[in-house]
Every structure is written in structure tokens, then in C-alpha cells.
Nanobody, 131 residues
Framework: QVQLVESGGGLVQAGGSLRLSCVTSGRTDDIYSMGWFRQAPEKEREFVAAISWLGVSTDYVDSVKGRFTIFRDNNKNTLYLQMNSLKPEDTAVYYC????????????????????????WGKGTLVTVSS
């Protein structure tokens, strides 16, 4: 089993920045791709960003491109999401996730979730962006 624990959420004004962290533990050798997802009130959970095992490949939902950066430090078993120029519509619970299936193309994480989707999930951290 793999455990994921997110931190770094909070309240920030529009235009501000936050950095989310996700520490992994357990059978971390089983992990390949990792990602961030979010769920806003009364909305379905959506893909935000994904990163390959070595951090070479990344993918983002269009609404965060140029504002968010996903990166990982495998030596620290930690995944990050740097969020800049935050908007009120970014308000959501953010979830860290990990996949035990190798994806030859990082975009498969969200385009083919049944095959390459995430197997492990954290409990989430709340990000609130005020206008």
C-alpha cells in the first residue's frame, strides 16, 4: 500500500500563490506517475496536473497552464504543486494521487483513466481563493 498526505492549502487572495506538498510513504517503489486533482463545491473531481516518474514529462489542464507547476523530489518522496496567479475559480479541495501503472505518454493519465488512472489518493487539502 501507498499512503499520500497533502499539506499547504489555505486561504489566499486572488493573484496570490500557494505551494502544495504531498508526502508519500509505504510501497513507494510501486509508484510511477503522480498527479493533482481538485474538486470544487458541487462539482465533479477534475484533473489538474500530472508528472512522470522521473519528472521529465508533465501535463496540465488548460485552465492552469502557465500558472501552476507540478514537480517532484523522489529523494524526499514528495510531490509539489506550485500555484501562482490564483483565481477564485481555483477554490477546491486538492488531492494528490499516484499510479502504479506505467504510462508511456503522460497525457494518458487523464485521457485513459480506466487503464492509466490513479490507484492511490490522499485525503485532500482545501485551497480557498478570495476575490
Amino acid at each position: 500500500q501507498v499512503q499520500l498526505v497533502e499539506s499547504g492549502g489555505g486561504l489566499v487572495q486572488a493573484g496570490g500563490s500557494l505551494r502544495l506538498s504531498c508526502v508519500t510513504s509505504g510501497r513507494t517503489d510501486d509508484i510511477y506517475s503522480m498527479g493533482w486533482f481538485r474538486q470544487a463545491p458541487e462539482k465533479e473531481r477534475e484533473f489538474v496536473a500530472a508528472i512522470s516518474w522521473l519528472g521529465v514529462s508533465t501535463d496540465y489542464v488548460d485552465s492552469v497552464k502557465g500558472r501552476f507547476t507540478i514537480f517532484r523530489d523522489n529523494n524526499k518522496n514528495t510531490l509539489y504543486l506550485q500555484m501562482n496567479s490564483l483565481k477564485p475559480e481555483d477554490t477546491a479541495v486538492y488531492y494528490c494521487a499516484a499510479s502504479s501503472t506505467y504510462a508511456p505518454d503522460i497525457t494518458l493519465i487523464h485521457t485513459s483513466p480506466k487503464t492509466y488512472g490513479m490507484d492511490y489518493w490522499g485525503k485532500g487539502t482545501l485551497v480557498t481563493v478570495s476575490s
